[in-house]
């Protein structure tokens, strides 16, 4: 008998190693690269860079499952090249053992085009600005079919049609037209802003879409792609020390979104997610931004070649670095020059700031509550969602007579029939309580009070609309509006009229009736970061059941910005209505994100202050 297999193996293979064939060789290669439309989009483009493309022409149908098209004005190939270029393991970017070691073109495996072609249906145009004719290479699932001359402008144009089309098991993986659409358009805004000298233009579904041109100044090209109401605050700063060089826009305390996915991050030009980088950021934002609020910023780190290994990914989003406590610390330092010139840091912070629990010492602001991680993610503590109790029904949750977790309180509270002293230093509502004083803080309070009453009356179905009285226009981006396109019906089942106005700003007609008065850009804004990269179905019910954490996490955001402030000083009738609120509600100790509403002071503790034990 032959050696049993190892430990788990399945009667699938044989148990004898064997060599594979070239054609799943490159489907594998293509699951290590190809994840989504998006991906081939970047392969191609990368391809179109490297080959001293100055302008790039991306032509996308059903958000590019249908078809991608990649034209440039670069080199171009020969009919021998470009069939080489064909096969694994070729490509023009290395030549020996050491360039790996200084990478700096955007692609170099060879693994690309073979793979793309695996999983779909590829022509390839292309003519070196030498030659009078072109060729023209058709491939049908990893096999050339034709091969013939052609006439052509100089340079490439590549077209993959019908992606995973022979691949079902992986086409079903795809996401609706606009999901796949909005990831292709974002990838390739984050790349334009690193190379503003280099033409964009980009046609979806047969209809011009976005037109960057070139220019000389990044920071016209970073508001062309981020649109101006993202950019119009951001501040240019650059330093330079040992461990390279940092260009960044930067933005203050007063402009910060609900997400990180505004932190736009590049090493020697090419678009990175590296935590490293972002937690440098985010550690330098720590005494200046709310919890759970994150920075808008364009960050380009220069390093020296041989410093920085980029190929510890297949698709190359993330990479390792020689230093990388260096690396943090410039990152760091150009974050905190930038925010001192500007005044931010040794000042009070904003009044944003302060609600999230900061407090004000000698020189810059430490952070007072404890447990509040750097980069804001797992903040939202939902007291008691029914999310993570397994249900979606109000009923199911804390209901009156449920006993509360806030320090010194035991049992229900009804907040309304206490005796009202009043505010302190326009934060705390002071009451008299059986046993002693309750402070209650109005911003978290308050907080809580409109979240409940937002996402009942979204499990009810009965959100109510109050129509602006002129429509405001906002500028989001193109990744934006396909967000708000793709959870269309669930954004009007919320109580907002949204709709496109061309490929990257949105009309808004109308907000929920609860947040009457607030300012509509902003709750649009933090609505689009909080259903980002959440994917939407058509149906109601499946809406309900499989999107209440990211449905809470949008109310719990719109709750917070509408909510009275920490410092705002209410007229009576209005810290009544806030107390009555707290009754009408199931109890919760907490506002959404983890403040406790209230806290109970002992008479035994004040009367022991005055020594009368």
């Known amino acids: 008998m032959g050696n049993p297999g190892p430990r788990g193996a399945t009667s699938q293979g044989s148990g004898r190693i064997q060599r594979l064939p070239d054609g799943l060789v490159d489907q594998i290669a293509a699951g290590e690269v190809i994840e989504r439309p998006a991906s081939v989009l970047k392969e191609l483009v990368e391809n179109a860079l490297d080959a001293g493309a100055q302008r790039v022409r991306v032509e996308l149908r059903d958000g590019g499952t249908s078809l991608i098209a990649v034209s440039d004005d670069g080199f171009g190939m ?14 023009s970017k290395i030549t020996h053992l050491d360039d790996l070691e200084a990478i700096t073109s955007f692609g170099f495996r060879g693994e690309a085009l073979p793979a793309i072609a695996s999983v779909s249906r590829m022509r390839v145009l292309t003519r070196p600005a030498s030659a009078e004719t072109g060729a023209e290479i058709r491939i049908e699932s990893g096999e050339v079919t034709q091969v013939r001359e052609a006439g052509c402008p100089a340079g490439t144009r590549i077209e993959v049609a019908d992606l995973f089309e022979r691949i079902p098991a992986r086409r079903k993986f795809l996401k609706k037209p606009g999901t796949e659409w909005g990831h292709a358009i974002d990838w390739l805004g984050r790349l334009a802003m690193a190379l503003p000298m280099t033409h964009f233009e980009v046609q979806r579904d047969d209809h011009e879409a976005v037109v960057w041109p070139a220019t000389e100044e990044t920071s016209e090209r970073i508001a062309a792609v981020l649109g101006a109401s993202q950019t119009q605050s951001l501040v240019r700063v650059e330093w330079e020390e040992g461990a390279g060089h940092v260009e960044a826009f930067l933005s ?40 759970g609020r994150f920075p808008v910023a364009v960050v380009f780190l220069t390093v020296p070649p041989g410093s920085v290994d980029v190929n510890v990914h297949p698709a190359k989003w993330e990479v390792r670095f020689e230093n990388p406590r260096a690396v943090h610390q410039v990152i760091r330092h150009t974050v905190r020059e930038a925010m001192q010139d500007r005044g931010f840091l040794g000042a009070d912070p904003p009044p944003s700031s302060r609600e999230a629990g900061l407090a004000v010492g000698p020189g810059r602001p430490q952070r007072a509550a404890p447990g509040q991680g750097a980069s804001g993610e797992g903040d939202w503590l939902f007291a008691r ?34 005796r009202l002293l009043g505010q302190i230093k326009a934060r705390y509502l002071v009451l008299e309580g059986e046993k002693g004083l309750i402070l209650v803080d109005q911003h978290a309070a308050h907080e809580r009070v409109l979240y409940e009453r937002l996402r009942a009356a979204w499990l009810e179905r009965r959100v109510e609309r109050q129509g602006l009285l002129v429509p405001e ?9 396909a967000v708000l396109a793709e959870a269309s019906e669930l954004v009007s089942a919320m109580g907002f009229d949204v709709e496109p106005f061309g490929e990257s700003s949105l009309v808004i007609r109308a907000i929920p009736a609860l947040l009457t008065g607030q300012d509509p850009a902003r709750l649009v804004g933090d609505l689009i970061d909080e259903l980002e990269g959440v994917d939407f179905v058509p149906e109601r019910e499946a809406a309900h059941s499989r999107l209440l ?15 009275r402030r920490f410092g705002d000083h209410l007229p009576q009738e209005e810290q009544r209505a806030i107390l009555a609120g707290l009754d009408a509600i199931p109890w919760a100790p907490t506002c959404p994100h983890g403040r406790p509403v209230a806290a109970h002071f002992d008479l035994g503790e004040l009367d022991g202050r005055f020594g009368r034990h």
């Open 549 to 563: 954490t990211a449905i809470d996490r949008a109310f719990a955001t719109l709750a917070c910005h509408s909510a």
């Open 252 to 291: 203050g305390p007063e402009t910060t979104r609900a997400n990180g996915n505004a932190i736009h991050l590049y090493v020697n030009g090419r678009p990175v997610r590296d935590k490293l980088l972002r937690h440098a950021v985010s550690q330098a934002y720590r005494d200046l931004l709310p919890r």
């Open 473 to 481: 226009t906002l500028e989001t981006g193109s990744r934006g509006v």
């Open 78 to 91: 020969t009919s021998e090249e470009a069939r080489m270029a064909l096969q694994r393991h070729a490509t």
């Open 385 to 418: 969602a029914s999310s993570e109790a397994g249900t979606d029904r109000l009923e199911d949750r804390d209901a009156p007579g449920t006993a509360a977790s806030s320090p010194g309180l035991e049992g229900r509270v009804e907040f309304s029939q206490l």
